[in-house]
């Protein structure tokens, strides 16, 4: 086992490089581990990060990696944590044992999307969950919403702002009362409600979307109803306060206004604790988080003040200053 570090960064993601950047700058020893398994590996480019608009993920992490370099006190481990307890210690992967007076948690979120054949090869590209960050590249195309209930209608309405050739399908589910029926009506949104057989793909793009009765519609992009999941258990092992499941997330990490969880001295950003997950939000969620532990740690070093840490009363974003 190491000296112990300032903070020990879990997910060399947006977030986690994000903080890692402003600790190094901040003279703090920071380790970070990436086990490189980022949800949007697969994306054809990040939409809407200013500078990087387009830029494929893995070349912003690579970037993000080189710029961490210029910074001594800033280690970057390829491995997995597989362990952590409060004091805090986390156990690798590789069997080493590390200790850190602060633990920030940036390992993402697992999508979810229907279980639908083709899906997976389109999925990044023209097949998507977020408008923002897909949108422009299938804008005035005939595409898609794969979705049922109050989700599809705000999808759709929201998707309309790219395009006027939209249809939703609800994959064999029950759809919508006489209102939303009306609603979808009035902005020229038909509903199809047949399930869906296949995602048909040509040159690596969306090209039609296949029903079990042997039909297909042309579509050229679709936007998939999705959810987040965890994927590392950490969040569990170190028991910070999650949030109650939502359509879009399961178990969020819930922070307050710094970034910090329930537990003092953890601390969360990018998806893991986001209800809007975009690369942009994972940034500044992350250097935001790396702010707050370099004052945490000077609150502790120093006495500088810092606000009480927050007590989280119940699963949910309510919470009290302690």
């Known amino acids: 086992m190491s000296d112990i570090w300032d ?118 590209r023209s097949v998507f969950h977020c ?41 064999g589910r029950a759809a919508f009362d006489s209102e939303q029926y009306r609603l979808l009506d009035t902005a020229g949104m038909p509903v199809d409600e047949r399930p869906i057989a296949e995602f048909r793909s040509f040159a690596g793009e969306l090209a039609a979307i296949v029903f079990r009765d042997g039909s297909r519609i042309a579509r050229a992009g679709a936007l998939v109803e999705t959810t987040m999941h965890q994927c590392s258990t950490l969040v569990a092992q170190l028991g910070v306060v999650v949030s109650a499941a939502s359509p879009v997330a399961t178990q969020a990490v819930v922070v307050d206004a710094f970034q910090r969880t329930s537990v003092p001295g953890v601390f969360a950003a990018g998806d893991i604790a986001a209800q809007m997950p975009q690369v942009a939000a994972a940034v500044s969620s992350g250097s935001l988080a790396g702010a707050a532990i370099v004052q945490a740690l000077l609150n502790g070093d120093v006495g500088l003040p810092t606000p009480p840490w927050p007590t989280f009363t119940e699963r949910g974003s309510e919470h009290a200053a302690a």
């Open 7 to 124: 903070c020990v960064i879990a997910g060399g993601g947006a977030a986690g490089l994000s903080a890692a950047l402003v600790l190094g700058r901040a003279r703090r020893r920071t380790l970070l581990i990436d086990q490189g398994e980022q949800s949007n590996r697969s994306s054809h480019g990040i939409g809407g990060l200013l500078g990087h608009d387009g830029r494929p993920p893995t070349e912003l992490y690579s970037v993000g990696r080189t710029e961490l370099a210029k910074y001594p006190s800033v280690d970057v481990l390829d491995t997995e944590i597989i362990g952590a307890q409060s004091g805090f210690v986390v156990e690798l992967a590789d069997g080493r044992r590390e200790r850190s007076r602060t633990v920030l948690l940036a390992t993402g979120m697992k999508y979810r999307w229907p279980r639908i054949p083709g899906l997976d090869e389109l999925w990044g």
């Open 131 to 171: 408008p923002f960050c897909h949108g422009w590249e299938v804008r005035d195309r005939p595409l898609a919403v794969v979705a049922n209930g109050e989700r599809a209608i705000h999808s759709a309405l929201l998707l309309r702002g790219w395009s006027a050739d939209i249809v939703i399908l609800t994959n």
